[in-house]
């Protein structure tokens, strides 16, 4: 440093100042805005280092959101929270920002799914009812892992079923929806174990696919021969054993439900099913219990009268026992007869008759061919009288026409009869036109004569008479019979009495070895002599007539 010094003057007894150099330092002041910027800046770098993945969720509805305040949880943990709040520029969504925490990258994928918890009352029951007092928050479900993603859309209902519970999806196959809605419960003997996921109508639209999970441990009941039913409502039937009322629970008469076991007692279950599989969900118990038969036989049935109350469906029945069904129905006309026709397809399953074994092997057409020549006809029969159902029978009828089974048209043809009902009217028809033609005039004018003839004959003089004269002989009889009775029947009893007596004098005479019989027997050798002697003194007599004057005399 340069420093002036300046001359030297008189007035040296005047002090001069001494200059000297000193270092700068840094004032204190600065120390605190240094140490201020310095955590600033670590709060900075940690809030950035911190900091998780912003997501961008839209919602149809902000109700219960608010930024800076909902909560997004996972498990009842919290992992992120709301941020902003806007609209979607049509107006038509909520987007919803949020910020999560650090880490949470691992749980956002493309099968990761949103949902606002609030309170809800619905048909599965009442839920979120805390949040009436902590307000609504943001539940999620990771799903299983994917690609990355960020933007999601926001469910409107809670799921069914998440990632974390235990379980087992399954795939049921239906020809109708029913009564079955999402989150309808599936029962196991009476236990719920499960709920429908979803549903939706099959790629080819002929079938309505339901996804259904079943919680452990019950998805090791569902096994590769299991089957499952539509429970919905209740089942109510009326046979010989009474009336039965039966359903699955109270939940499942509203809401509608599943069922599913192994309904063949007979059946060995197997191993349980893997993930995903596909069912058949039938319509009711009775159906999941009817055994499937892989031969079927189709036939036709011509009626030429009225099949109302026939249906598809309907049973064919042997004697009771049911042995197909019927398939199809409807009107043809022949051109040719002029006539119409209805004919009905018939299937007939060849395994529900059972064939005994060492009777030798028929196929099913020789079988068919000897029945039906043995008089095997079909005919239509009600089946419910309050319903007016019909169904098949298949029975012999002795006194039918022999007719054979025809091999002509796409399938054979079974011979029918007309059912009971047109028989019992061609009967009927048949005494009406014998009343026809009896003579109802000419025998209604001969009773009018007759009834004339006999109102001539009561009302004459000569009847009257007659009747008056029937009392005094009707008296002088009454008193012939009691003189019979008073005089007459004691004598009778008398004489019984001594016949009776008589005959047990003679029964004992004829008793073998009695005296009597001994002494009678006596006599009648003495007789026999007699008669001996009698007839040596005829022969005499008529030799020597003279002696009876002179004598038997002396031989010469």
Same mark, same amino acid.
């Given at each position: 440093?340069?420093v002036n010094?300046?001359? +030297?003057?008189? #007035?040296?007894?005047?002090?001069?100042?001494?200059?000297?150099s000193?270092? /700068?330092?840094?004032?204190?002041?600065?120390?605190?805005p240094?140490?201020?910027?310095?955590?600033?800046?670590?709060?900075?770098?940690?809030?950035? !280092?911190?900091?998780?993945?912003?997501v961008?969720?839209?919602?149809?509805t902000?109700?219960?959101?608010?930024?800076?305040?909902t909560?997004?949880?996972?498990?009842?943990?919290?992992?992120?929270?709301?941020?902003?709040?806007?609209?979607?520029?049509?107006?038509?969504?909520v987007?919803?920002?949020?910020?999560?925490? $650090?880490?949470? +990258?691992?749980?956002?994928?493309?099968?990761? /799914?949103?949902?606002?918890?609030?309170?809800?009352?619905?048909?599965?029951?009442? !839920?979120?009812?805390?949040?009436l007092?902590?307000?609504?928050?943001?539940?999620?479900?990771?799903?299983?892992?994917?690609?990355?993603?960020?933007?999601?859309?926001?469910?409107?209902?809670?799921?069914?079923?998440?990632?974390?519970?235990?379980?087992?999806?399954?795939?049921?196959k239906?020809?109708?929806?029913?009564?079955?809605?999402?989150?309808?419960?599936?029962?196991?003997?009476q236990?719920?174990?499960?709920?429908? %996921?979803?549903?939706?109508?099959?790629?080819?639209?002929?079938?309505?696919?339901?996804?259904?999970?079943? #919680?452990?441990?019950?998805?090791?009941?569902?096994?590769?021969n299991?089957?499952?039913?539509?429970?919905?409502?209740? @089942?109510?039937?009326?046979?010989?054993?009474?009336?039965?009322?039966?359903?699955? *629970?109270?939940?499942?008469?509203?809401?509608?439900?599943?069922?599913?076991?192994?309904v @063949?007692?007979?059946?060995?279950?197997k191993?349980?099913?893997?993930?995903?599989?596909?069912?058949?969900?039938?319509a009711d118990?009775?159906?999941?219990?009817?055994? @499937?038969?892989? +031969?079927?036989?189709?036939?036709i049935?011509?009626?030429?009268t009225s099949?109302?109350?026939? *249906?598809?469906?309907?049973?064919?029945?042997?004697r009771?026992?049911? &042995?197909? +069904?019927?398939?199809?129905l409807?009107l043809?006309?022949?051109?040719?007869?002029?006539?119409?026709?209805?004919?009905?397809?018939?299937m007939?399953?060849?395994?529900?008759?059972?064939?005994?074994?060492?009777?030798?092997?028929?196929?099913? $057409?020789?079988?068919?061919?000897?029945?039906v020549?043995?008089?095997?006809?079909a005919?239509?029969?009600?089946?419910?009288?309050?319903?007016?159902?019909?169904?098949?029978?298949?029975?012999?009828f002795?006194?039918?026409?022999r007719?054979?089974?025809?091999?002509?048209?796409?399938?054979?043809?079974?011979?029918?009869?007309?059912?009971? &009902?047109?028989?019992?009217?061609?009967?009927?028809?048949?005494?009406?036109?014998?009343?026809?033609?009896?003579?109802?005039?000419?025998?209604? $004018?001969?009773?009018?004569?007759?009834?004339?003839?006999?109102?001539? %004959?009561?009302?004459?003089?000569?009847? &009257?008479?007659?009747?008056?004269?029937?009392?005094?002989a009707? *008296?002088?009889?009454?008193?012939?019979? #009691?003189?019979?009775r008073?005089?007459?029947?004691?004598?009778?009893?008398?004489?019984?009495?001594?016949?009776?007596?008589?005959?047990?004098? !003679?029964?004992?005479v004829?008793?073998?070895?009695?005296?009597?019989?001994?002494?009678? $027997?006596d006599?009648?050798?003495?007789?026999?002599?007699?008669?001996? *002697?009698?007839?040596?003194?005829?022969?005499?007599?008529?030799?020597?007539?003279?002696?009876?004057l002179?004598?038997?005399?002396?031989?010469?």
């Amino acid at each position: 440093m340069n420093v002036n010094i300046p001359p +030297e003057s008189d #007035n040296d007894d005047i002090p001069q100042p001494v200059i000297r150099s000193r270092k /700068r330092r840094i004032s204190i002041v600065w120390i605190i805005p240094v140490i201020a910027a310095l955590v600033g800046g670590w709060l900075v770098y940690k809030t950035f !280092s911190e900091k998780g993945p912003d997501v961008t969720i839209t919602f149809k509805t902000a109700e219960g959101l608010e930024a800076g305040k909902t909560k997004i949880r996972y498990k009842d943990v919290e992992v992120g929270q709301v941020t902003a709040l806007s609209l979607s520029k049509d107006f038509s969504k909520v987007v919803v920002k949020a910020q999560f925490v $650090k880490g949470a +990258e691992a749980y956002l994928s493309k099968n990761t /799914r949103f949902w606002v918890v609030r309170a809800r009352i619905a048909v599965q029951g009442i !839920s979120g009812l805390g949040t009436l007092f902590s307000g609504a928050y943001i539940d999620m479900d990771p799903g299983k892992p994917g690609s990355p993603e960020y933007n999601f859309k926001g469910l409107e209902e809670p799921p069914i079923v998440t990632t974390v519970d235990p379980g087992r999806m399954f795939v049921l196959k239906a020809e109708r929806k029913g009564s079955i809605e999402i989150g309808s419960p599936v029962y196991y003997r009476q236990i719920m174990v499960g709920k429908v %996921v979803a549903y939706s109508l099959a790629p080819d639209g002929s079938s309505i696919l339901f996804k259904i999970f079943i #919680n452990a441990p019950y998805h090791e009941y569902v096994r590769q021969n299991t089957r499952f039913w539509n429970a919905s409502g209740f @089942d109510m039937k009326l046979d010989a054993q009474g009336f039965h009322l039966q359903t699955e *629970s109270l939940m499942s008469l509203m809401v509608g439900g599943i069922a599913f076991d192994v309904v @063949d007692n007979y059946e060995t279950p197997k191993e349980a099913a893997s993930e995903d599989t596909v069912f058949t969900l039938f319509a009711d118990r009775e159906a999941a219990q009817k055994k @499937d038969y892989p +031969e079927k036989k189709l036939f036709i049935l011509n009626f030429n009268t009225s099949v109302r109350g026939l *249906s598809p469906g309907a049973p064919v029945e042997f004697r009771g026992i049911q &042995i197909g +069904e019927v398939l199809d129905l409807k009107l043809e006309y022949d051109s040719v007869r002029r006539a119409f026709e209805i004919p009905v397809l018939i299937m007939i399953e060849p395994g529900r008759i059972s064939l005994k074994k060492g009777r030798g092997q028929h196929s099913f $057409k020789n079988i068919i061919d000897y029945l039906v020549a043995k008089g095997l006809c079909a005919q239509l029969q009600t089946g419910n009288l309050v319903t007016g159902q019909q169904f098949v029978a298949l029975d012999f009828f002795p006194d039918s026409p022999r007719t054979p089974v025809s091999y002509h048209g796409d399938y054979p043809t079974i011979p029918t009869l007309p059912t009971q &009902i047109e028989e019992l009217g061609t009967k009927i028809n048949h005494v009406v036109d014998k009343l026809d033609r009896l003579p109802i005039d000419q025998i209604g $004018k001969d009773l009018r004569d007759t009834i004339h003839s006999a109102k001539r %004959v009561i009302g004459s003089p000569e009847l &009257i008479k007659s009747l008056r004269a029937i009392g005094p002989a009707i *008296s002088e009889l009454q008193a012939l019979i #009691n003189g019979l009775r008073t005089h007459t029947t004691p004598e009778i009893d008398a004489v019984l009495k001594q016949a009776s007596l008589s005959l047990a004098a !003679s029964q004992a005479v004829l008793e073998k070895d009695s005296p009597i019989q001994y002494r009678m $027997k006596d006599v009648l050798e003495e007789l026999s002599d007699a008669a001996r *002697s009698l007839r040596v003194l005829a022969d005499y007599l008529e030799s020597h007539p003279e002696s009876i004057l002179t004598g038997k005399g002396k031989e010469k």
